[in-house]
């Protein structure tokens, strides 16, 4: 579920739609949670899709950790890549505003976090683009990303969170037990799905 600030709406015939702040919302508030209403599809699930359903499950859908497809049941799934992003996914599982977003701006996001299997050419725009988005990303910019989650979570308990309910309790407890220092900050590199080897051992 993205967060309720937020709605759709058409950028260009390019990029398509968007997914614009309706209010201010600021560095530190949890932008999306997974939730129960979003549908996961296995690989064996997608690729028993017909070719039209595959195309939009491809389009829409990130891959997490453990290789499932999740596909966000609301216009979460509209938000754009911007090498720049002011939202990114954190190793607790949720995302996070990077910096103050106002209202009227574009949240954007970090597609390097998805698990693509190949390179895609990007046309963000952003000053510092990429260019293409590469199943290397994650790792090479995981520090980087990190430092950028770890300075967003600063505020977490300074501004309102309309997502906190939907978070699993357990993640509850984990993000308030680094905020205390009883605990630490998964890094992205959690994020990363590693399909199985098929093994020849018998
Ligand atoms: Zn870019």
């Known amino acids: 579920m993205i967060h309720p600030d937020t709605e759709l709406k058409f950028v260009s015939e390019q990029i398509g739609f968007g997914v614009f702040a309706t209010k201010d919302i600021p560095k530190g508030t949890i932008t999306f949670v997974?939730?129960?209403?979003?549908?996961?599809?296995t690989e064996e699930e997608f690729l028993r899709l017909s070719q039209m359903e595959?195309?939009?499950?491809?389009k829409f859908s990130y891959i997490d950790e453990r290789g499932m497809r999740v596909l966000s049941w609301d216009h979460g799934k509209y938000v754009n890549h911007?090498?720049?992003?002011?939202?990114?996914?954190?190793?607790?599982?949720f995302e996070i505003a990077l910096r103050d977003i106002k209202a009227g701006e574009e949240i954007t996001d970090e597609y390097g976090l998805f698990n693509i299997p190949v390179p895609i050419p990007l046309a963000c725009g952003c000053?510092?683009?990429?260019?293409?988005?590469?199943?290397?990303?994650?790792?090479?910019?995981?520090?980087?990303?990190?430092?950028?989650?770890r300075?967003?979570?600063?505020?977490?308990?300074d501004v309102s969170?309309?997502?906190w309910e939907i978070l699993p309790a357990q993640k509850r407890?984990?993000?308030?037990?680094?905020?205390?220092?009883?605990?630490?900050?998964?890094?992205?590199?959690?994020?990363?799905?590693?399909?199985?080897?098929?093994?020849?051992?018998?």
């Open 34 to 41: 997974k939730d129960s209403l979003d549908i996961e599809l």
């Open 54 to 58: 595959q195309t939009q499950a491809d």
């Open 82 to 93: 911007c090498c720049e992003p002011n939202t990114m996914s954190t190793g607790f599982g």
């Open 127 to 149: 000053e510092s683009c990429r260019g293409e988005l590469h199943p290397s990303d994650h790792e090479v910019y995981a520090d980087v990303w990190d430092e950028k989650i």
């Open 151 to 157: 300075s967003a979570l600063v505020h977490t308990k």
């Open 161 to 163: 969170q309309p997502l």
């Open 173 to 202: 407890l984990d993000i308030m037990n680094y905020l205390s220092g009883t605990g630490s900050m998964p890094s992205v590199r959690v994020l990363k799905y590693y399909p199985m080897v098929q093994s020849n051992l018998a």
